[in-house]
């Protein structure tokens, strides 16, 4: 069965802190790994990670795949209270017809004043 | 921009009703999924479509069906509504096999009384 866990399930910063959250997988047919920042409503794509080692960049959002720990970071600097969110990991493996995604039950995000 | 809709932001219904949640994307999307989204469990996979009349079992497939007749909407059928069915949907779509980004849309909570 698939797996995907996130860690830790929620995280209280200050504004300006850096903040590290984790996602850890086991899936079959792996083929993608992507975050998703969910605010009130509909989660929006943040990245999506294919090859280990390399790191995306947007702003101060950063996030790294290691295939070989089954493991991706995503990174927030200088956290502003607009990133108070749930962060969702989620992995993709293709099941012969079309690509799946398994999410993990995401990382709740405050950040304070 | 890519856009989906859902046919209702709130919903409830009373136990054994049939119930539809309808979904429309706009961008021509092959892919179409169903979610549903509860506390510590996160999101996880109704049924997707990978194409007209094509449908996928995801994760939690039990007590519900799908309709895909036309390639901009997807419908999610709850046969007969029970309260362990009270969540929020969010219904989802991607251009095709190797675009894994998908969109969501604003969810539907439905309550089942």
């Known amino acids: ?113 | 921009d890519v856009k989906v809709t859902q046919s209702s932001r709130y919903l409830v219904k009373r136990t054994g009703e049939k119930v539809f949640l309808e979904c429309v994307q706009d961008m021509d999307h092959e892919n179409m999924f169903w979610y549903r989204q509860d506390p510590g469990l996160g999101l996880r996979l109704i049924y997707f479509s990978y194409d007209v009349k094509m449908k996928e079992k995801g994760d939690i497939p039990e007590g519900y069906s799908v309709s895909r007749e036309k390639k901009e909407r997807f419908s999610l059928i709850l046969e007969s509504a029970s309260t362990n069915q009270t969540s929020m949907y969010l219904c989802a779509s991607s251009l095709g096999d190797r675009d894994y980004e998908q969109y969501f849309g604003p969810g539907t909570r439905l309550t089942v009384t």
């Open chain 1, 1 to 113: 069965e698939d797996k995907v866990v996130q860690s830790p399930l929620s995280l209280v910063v200050h504004e300006g802190d850096t903040v590290t959250l984790n996602c850890s997988y086991e899936v079959t047919n792996f083929r993608s790994l992507l975050w998703y920042k969910q605010e009130k409503k509909a989660p929006t794509f943040l990245f999506m990670l294919t090859s280990s080692g390399i790191e995306k960049k947007s702003g101060r959002l950063s996030s790294i795949l290691d295939k070989k720990e089954l493991s991706s970071i995503l990174n927030i600097t200088a956290t502003q209270t607009g990133d108070s969110a749930i962060y969702l990991c989620a992995v993709e493996r293709y099941t012969g017809t079309a690509s799946k995604l398994t999410f993990g039950t995401g990382t709740r995000l405050q950040v304070t004043l």
